[in-house]
């Protein structure tokens, strides 16, 4: 660790990482739900479960990001972060909006208040004080890598990184505008949903791994740059006007069925161009980096994005196909995997790198650390075949033979049991990873004499 | 090593060919969309195209393709040092694109007045579509004409006529294949 100030990141990933756990564990529980569909119906109906494994999600990774950019700027600028004490406070507020939510939403306090109660839109379902509190730990976080980064060096890296995570503040004020009409609640509310995750989230994505693949991989910064400015355009050009691919049935016109088509089918391009990039760069790469693990998590995001985002999103982007399979499991399938490798493994990437450095020893733990990857990816991987299956059965039967809803679910109960059996592994795999991250003191295998050649 | 040489050979801003790549995918894909649906109600495309002013279009391909020539003149110009001719010619074609979105907005009104819009048949979506889409790269293309002119280094105006001419290139596809194809 270079600079002092990085260690603000500690908090921040320490947070994101028991946020993670609370993430995986209530989407065992929601899986659970799916195969007994009583279980904890009173006290913890689904929706709640639900929102709490997309809440908590999101706020863990952004926790994540969060961490990231407070810990590459100081290196990337070359000098401290401005304020410390405005970190841990932006943190603290995040910590107290999330709790709030948290209870709001499994008590459900203040049912209709205006500023206390849950506000009741997926994903943005958040108290307004909540979001409020959302707003001002964003402005904090701006305010202060924007003048770190503005006092210092700049580098493409951190533009990137500064220009993504703008956009991830701004975009959020659309969460407070409620129209009454619920085509137009819809539309607005993919303006945060969508250009989060397929628009400025990307950039956040293709800068903390441009980062990774220098540090991990030592190849010249104007390669890793030009890179990340075609990489960043293919994002934006697609990710934008590929907002499109939300709007075919919310009763928008019709026009927006070729306008999402065509540029959500683009959005494979940056996800591609992401995975040759970390590929290209470990092949020209000269350094051999001890920090084995990192590396894995930052290929494996690389390319479980690429099959995530991009070709399980292209699977069902196009408007003839989304006609029927809108809404059905293979949507769950997509999400999964998407979410899992754009953004969980590149915030493990980033937490297997950084944490070492930030603890002040060797990357003692590979070992348990892939093990962790290779739990997870498997188990997420397994998941998404088994959702992509029972979508495709649950398509069949409920959109193309017109079968009743429930039915078809009984008929898919199989796929279901098999979902939380993967899950089972993702979230052991999980807990793996943030023991492999916190416990272990000595390298678990020694390594041997014998030198054989990487990978 | 190969990629990047082939890269570093490119003339002209890395950045741009990548727009450019972009937009003929997306201009691509809607024509190949187009015809696709053409196909399943061609005497309906054919009553909707009987409604379109070939000449004006006829017409403004000359102009855009006119505009194109005066961009790439002035690089040229810019290059052997003359740097007067090279301005003229860059306002010349920001011109000529202005002229280019008259006669299509004059088009646009008539189609109005006939009260045809987007949804009046698949035809006339498409249309407003792509022509649409490529009229606001013609005004985003006299925008950069204009910017370029100002700021005249040659490899800005380089990388103007870059843009200026995919967007002549994109009309160059629709114009056949929505005015003229029977």
């Not at chain 1, 009984?410 to 416990?439: K, T």
């Not at chain 2, 009987?50 to 005066?70: C, E």
Request: aromatic share 16%; proline share 3%.
């Amino acid at each position: 660790m270079k600079y002092e100030s990085q260690k603000v990141a500690y908090a921040y990933f320490a947070v994101a990482m028991g946020l993670f756990a609370i993430q995986v564990t209530g989407g065992l529980l929601a899986g659970w739900i799916y195969v007994s569909p009583n279980f904890l119906s009173e006290l913890l109906p689904f929706n709640i479960v639900r929102m709490l494994h997309t809440n908590a999600l999101i706020v863990w990774l952004i926790l994540g990001f969060f961490g990231a950019a407070y810990f590459l700027i100081p290196e990337e600028s070359e000098r401290e972060i401005h304020s410390t004490k405005l970190a841990y406070l932006q943190l603290l507020i995040l910590v107290v909006g999330t709790l709030g939510a948290v209870l709001t939403y499994t008590f459900n306090l203040f049912e209709g208040n205006w500023l206390l109660g849950k506000e009741g839109r997926e994903f943005l379902e958040q108290p307004k004080w909540v979001k409020a509190g959302i707003v001002v730990a964003a402005l904090i976080f701006l305010y202060n890598v924007s003048m770190t980064v503005l006092k210092g060096k700049k580098t493409a890296i951190t533009n990137i990184l500064l220009l993504g995570l703008w956009g991830l503040a701004l975009l959020f004020l659309f969460a407070f505008y409620n129209p009454g009409n619920l085509s137009l609640d819809k539309q607005y509310w993919w303006y945060v949903v969508h250009l989060w995750v397929e628009g400025v989230w990307e950039l956040i994505m293709a800068s903390i791994l441009a980062y990774l693949m220098l540090k991990l991989t030592g190849v010249d910064r104007e390669i890793v740059e030009k890179w990340l400015y075609v990489i960043v355009a293919a994002a934006l050009f697609s990710g934008i006007l590929g907002t499109g691919h939300h709007y075919y049935w919310i009763g928008t016109p019709g026009y927006w069925q070729w306008i999402g088509s065509i540029f959500s089918s683009l959005e494979v391009i940056p996800f591609f161009a992401m995975m040759a990039f970390a590929f290209v760069m470990v092949w020209k790469g000269r350094r051999d980096h001890p920090n084995k693990a990192a590396l894995l998590w930052s290929l494996g995001c690389a390319t479980l994005a690429f099959f995530g985002a991009g070709v399980w999103g292209f699977l069902h982007t196009l408007h003839g196909v989304n006609y029927y399979t809108h809404g059905t499991q293979i949507t769950a399938a997509h999400g999964h995997l998407a979410f899992y490798g754009a953004y969980v493994c590149l915030n493990l990437a980033i937490f297997s790198y950084a944490m070492p450095i930030l603890k002040n020893r060797d990357p003692y733990n590979q070992v348990l650390n892939m093990g962790s990857f290779w739990l997870m990816t498997s188990g997420m991987v397994f998941m998404t075949f088994v959702l992509t299956f029972g979508g495709t059965v649950q398509t069949h039967m409920q959109r193309v033979v017109g079968d009743y809803f429930m039915d078809v679910q009984d008929q898919i109960a199989i796929f279901y049991w098999m979902r939380f059996g993967s899950g089972l592994v993702v979230v052991i795999g999980a807990l793996l990873f943030i023991y492999s991250i916190w416990v272990p003191r000595k390298e678990v295998i020694e390594p041997g004499a014998a030198k054989t050649p990487a990978e | 090593m190969s990629d990047t040489s082939l890269i570093d050979e490119l003339p002209g801003e890395l950045l741009m060919w990548v727009l450019i790549i972009s937009e003929l995918l997306v201009f691509g894909a809607g024509l190949v969309a187009f015809m696709g649906v053409r196909l399943t109600d061609p005497a309906g495309f054919a009553e909707a195209q009987s409604h379109l002013h070939r000449t004006g279009a006829a017409l403004n391909t000359a102009i855009l393709v006119t505009s194109g020539y005066l961009a790439a003149q002035a690089l040229h110009w810019r290059r052997a040092a003359r740097r007067f001719a090279a301005r003229l010619a860059l306002l010349a074609a920001a011109a000529l694109g202005v002229v280019f979105l008259i006669i299509k907005g004059a088009e646009y009104a008539d189609k109005s007045a006939q009260g045809i819009n987007f949804e009046t048949h698949p035809f006339f979506m498409f249309y407003y579509l792509l022509t649409g889409f490529h009229a606001a790269h013609v005004l985003a293309g006299v925008g950069i004409l204009l910017l370029v002119t100002w700021r005249d280094e040659p490899r800005n105006i380089e990388a103007g006529a870059q843009f200026w001419h995919m967007v002549d290139l994109v009309w160059i596809m629709l114009f056949p294949v929505i005015y003229l194809l029977g």
